[in-house]
């Protein structure tokens, strides 16, 4: 999908009995970053559930922009294993993005 610069979008969703969900949405632009730079085009996931004491936010970077995810100042501020966290995977006609709350590949959480 194409990316829409001036994208300012809320959703909700619930996950299934799996764990799982699903998202529909237009991608978003690249924005200026503070520092006068760009961020890469993303989504920004806060987390809530039942046993959760405080939200987790993270965020969800596109696959298919490598060049801006590189420069990035969020996702370059980050170990390379970490970084990997927050790129979502190509999947079928989608993207899949896992938010693992600890353990092996445990997602980037952000304060907020």
Known sequence: PSAVADFRGFGRCETDE??????????PGALPSPDGGTEAPHLNILGLARGL??????????P???ELNRAD???SALPDDRRAT???????EGLRFDIRLQGDGETVFFEV
């Open 73 to 75: 100042p969020v996702l």
């Open 64 to 66: 298919d922009e490598p």
């Open 86 to 92: 927050l790129v979502a995977e190509p999947e079928g």
């Open 18 to 27: 799996s764990g799982r969900y699903r998202v529909l949405t237009v991608k």
């Open 53 to 62: 004491l405080n939200r987790v936010v993270t965020r969800l970077f596109f």
